[in-house]
């Protein structure tokens, strides 16, 4: 049985810094692809950055050059490092993973096998 937990969510002001963390426990040698979504409040939920096996990495175009993905191996934890915080970043953030490569259909949360429970970022 696979379960990601996400932690490290938080409250904090405009230009502040968060550092997410997502564990996995269960088998979790068939994760090929890892990453972080996000829900807005009312909204649809997006991709924000993704992991392959190999280290790639991909980020959606609002986020490049603030958020850092990372982790030592598919395994995880993985992490999501986050600066310069914006209002527009307030939402509920999950961990994702799959067994299939990330490649062109990474950002589609459908595909994703494995989801955490979330945790809240909230920037005002």
């Known amino acids: 049985h696979v379960q990601l937990v996400e932690s490290g969510g938080g409250s904090v002001q405009p230009g502040g810094s968060l550092r997410l963390s997502c564990t996995a426990s269960?088998?979790?040698?068939?994760?090929?692809?890892m990453g972080w979504f996000r829900q807005p409040p009312g909204k649809e939920r997006e991709g924000v950055a993704i992991i392959d096996r190999d280290g790639t990495t991909t980020y959606a175009d609002s986020v490049k050059g603030r958020f850092t993905i990372s982790n030592d191996n598919a395994k995880a934890p993985l992490y999501l490092q986050i600066n310069d915080l914006k209002p527009e970043d307030t939402a509920m953030y999950y961990c994702a993973a799959r067994a299939a490569s990330c490649a062109l259909t990474w950002a589609r949360a459908d595909l994703y096998n494995y989801w955490g429970q979330g945790t809240q970022v909230t920037v005002s």
């Open positions: 269960g088998y979790t040698n068939r994760f090929n692809c």
